[in-house]
């Protein structure tokens, strides 16, 4: 089955300044999406980023852009110019192409300081 | 806004009730999954409807189903429930041909 793992519980970022959040999974298939989604305190779940694994360039979308390696089974969030309202619980996923299963990973809570 | 509606926001219920929640896809939507996100826990995937027929099941127990009803709207109920039941409950859906999962506002459910 599927995994994935984000190795970092909390990470913090100075207001302005750059963050990479780490992303690994686990899988035998060639074909999956992956996604990155935000959970401010509302919980309500954001899409940021969303990566198709055939595609090697990788997925911008404003401030937000992914680094994805598929032979490392990498796929980390960079938050450029952090704002306070990026101050989130963020969740890797996994997607595979053959099915509708979506995995989780347990999330990284990430603290902006003004 | 997502699109994708919830209710109730929240509920309140006691050990060995019965509870219904409803969600409502994104218009034109034909997929319905649920999640169940217990204390700031990742999500589990609990189940997923295309077009009113169970497609996957994931982490479900037993006392738990669902159905998507002809409107596509869906329905999660649970039932005998128990303290660890208490949880935040999301819907998500997607479009034909689409693997993005756009989700719900949640609800919140606390069994006490």
């Keep these: ?114 | 806004d997502s699109g994708v509606t919830q209710t109730p926001k929240h509920l309140i219920t006691a050990t060995g009730q019965r509870v219904t929640l409803r969600c409502s896809p994104r218009s034109g939507d034909l997929s319905v999954y649920w999640y169940q996100q217990s204390l700031d826990q990742g999500l589990q995937f609990l189940i997923h409807y295309y077009n009113g027929e169970e497609r996957a099941k994931g982490n479900i127990l037993e006392r738990f189903s669902a159905q998507q009803f002809p409107d596509l709207h869906s329905e999660l109920n649970l039932s005998s429930l128990e303290l660890g039941d208490s949880a935040l409950y999301f819907c998500a859906s997607s479009g034909l041909g689409s693997y993005t999962q756009y989700f719900g506002p949640g609800t919140r459910l606390t069994v006490l």
């Design chain 1, 1 to 114: 089955a599927q995994t994935v793992t984000q190795s970092q519980p909390e990470m913090s970022v100075q207001e302005a300044e750059t963050v990479t959040l780490s992303c690994t999974y686990d899988t035998s298939e060639s074909d999956y999406y992956l996604f990155w989604y935000k959970q401010p305190p509302s919980r309500q779940m954001i899409l940021v980023i969303r990566q198709e694994a055939y595609k090697q360039q990788n997925a911008t979308e404003n401030r937000f852009s992914v680094n994805f390696q598929k032979a490392a089974k990498s796929f980390s969030l960079k938050i450029s110019d952090s704002q306070l309202g990026d101050a989130a619980m963020y969740f890797c996923a996994y997607r595979s192409a053959a099915n509708n299963d979506m995995r989780f990973g347990a999330g990284t809570r990430l603290t902006v300081k003004p």
